[in-house]
């Protein structure tokens, strides 16, 4: 990334923004600037002070680059002013995500999409990231005809306060939870992973069945899967490609823990589904705040700035 | 039950076995023996003494019904002898359950089936009891054609140590585990699970794809399921018959807490999968230790002197 560019981080108090800020100080991005609510203004976050986030202030804040880890709501305020003001936004909401003419980006499965975008790049839900990962070079492979997904979601995915919820819970009241709006047959969550795996796979039909649970870890979501294949394909073959692809690492037993504070996401248990024909079935874990979400966004930044400096 | 019925409790001092001991005084049993490892002989559980279980003090004890919540190992060990002195013996392990001569019973899918033993009769595993619970009334109805599910195991179905063990970890390290015997491509529950649905469903050739997976949760198992069916059934029609199978509960979101306590499996998230033609998509969860272990072995041992009383 250019030394030089200007970079806001939006949000930067919550779970998804201090992963962001931790990123990017780790990846020598020295001009930084943190935007968040009027409750968190004036709070200091290291050497930084955080500025309330106004569309005024985003318009006027003569940012290259603007990250974006706020509510949905907060983003359809913040983002297009930014945007407007000539900042590349990266958004980490559902807002934009499913819009005509905003890429929703998953470097190592569409990266070149990034360049497509008029201001606004869309980071894909916590879940669909790592999904699109897998699935990606089994596509590209064999072609998919049908996923299953079973999630086991972090407290993380519900940001900061769910966390410090589940470490003052006694372990007696854990439980599961399925905890998102729900419209009588399916959670929001499970409509946003099938419509982004579409989007992001640019497969529009493909049918993907989501189940969606949050379980009682703190940080790293997991997601058993069953993927039927166009072509038959082995899970020996499965698990080489898989091995190969960028960002995949392979693992006897993915897990949250396992996970955590690493950049790649874990694949393993890949073995015939004996109930399909083409059939494999597979799990993963990878860590919601990096890959599932900051390091994601960043690595977005990253991409478009290198095609830049390429031209 | 006989009020003079002498039961045995093997495994007395585990998660199980006590709460086996607590639903027998529930339901008004009052001869009983319990039996454990050397380990725990001569504790006291409440006012009865522990006695060690070995083959002779079995074999002589002169028990009528006799109930092993034990490993398989101490399972192929005790329940012969116990058997061969005129115990009836309900066996919670994996020891006899795939065992030709051996009833696998659900009573409410296959009671009938437990008449047919030889002394001794098999429990299934805590996730096969629910799975067959549910598939059983759509099976029924429109055939099954394949399944699939991945489970949400709570540390009770390991054992008291783990739960001992989860209740003193610090939630930072709470991870998803597969701590089960591992052959290199399945977990040996997930191919329980197949086997012994197959089993009690009397559909040898049913294909199972299992996924087991243990989450940090006390206790409750929970579970989410596709299912193709050989006719179409809708969501609406499935809830229906759902709802009116005994030991079910309709429940929009099942959790474990919700359901522990409880005798019924709780069974919801009723709709269709979109990645099927004839498919469903649902969602269950139940006390393991009640329901998927000890309620179910009581349930089997009363619906036999309920036959032998009609005859």
Not at 22 to 37: C, M, N, Q, T, Y
Not at 148 to 172: D, F, I, K, N
Not at 260 to 277: N, S, W, Y
Request: hydrophobic residues 45%; negative net charge; glycine residues 8%.
């Amino acid at each position: 990334m250019r030394d030089d560019a200007q970079i806001g981080v939006v949000g930067a108090t919550g779970a998804v923004g201090r992963v962001t800020l931790e990123l990017l100080r780790e990846r020598g991005h020295e001009s930084i600037r943190v935007f968040a609510s009027s409750r968190s203004a004036g709070m200091r976050l290291g050497d930084l002070t955080v500025e309330e986030a106004t569309p005024e202030a985003l318009g006027a804040a003569e940012l290259d680059i603007c990250l974006f880890s706020v509510g949905a709501s907060a983003s359809r305020e913040l983002v297009p002013p930014a945007a407007r003001a000539g900042a590349l936004c990266v958004d980490k909401s559902s807002a934009f995500r499913l819009q005509d003419g905003v890429p929703l980006v998953v470097p190592e499965v569409n990266g070149e999409r990034a360049r497509e975008n008029s201001g606004i790049v869309a980071n894909p839900n916590c879940c669909s990231i790592p999904l699109a990962m897998v699935l990606a070079p089994l596509r590209d492979a064999v072609g998919l005809r049908r996923v299953r997904v079973a999630t086991y979601q972090s407290a993380a995915g519900a940001g900061s306060q769910a966390m410090q919820r589940l470490l003052e819970e006694p372990v007696e009241k854990h439980d599961l939870r399925m905890d998102w709006d729900f419209d009588g047959v399916e959670l929001e969550e499970e409509s946003k992973i099938r419509a982004e795996t579409q989007k992001i796979l640019e497969l529009p039909e493909l049918p993907v069945s989501a189940t969606c649970v949050r379980v009682p870890v703190l940080v790293g979501h997991a997601e058993a899967l069953w993927v039927e294949t166009e072509e038959p394909l082995g899970p020996d073959q499965a698990q080489m490609l898989l091995g190969e692809a960028p960002g995949l690492r392979l693992e006897q037993f993915p897990s949250p823990l396992a996970a955590t504070g690493l950049d790649e996401v874990l694949v393993g248990r890949i073995r015939e589904d004996h109930a399909a024909e083409n059939g494999l079935a597979l799990f993963l874990a990878c860590d919601n705040l990096r890959k599932g979400a900051a390091l994601n966004a960043i690595q977005i930044v990253e991409l478009l700035l290198r095609s830049r400096a390429a031209v």
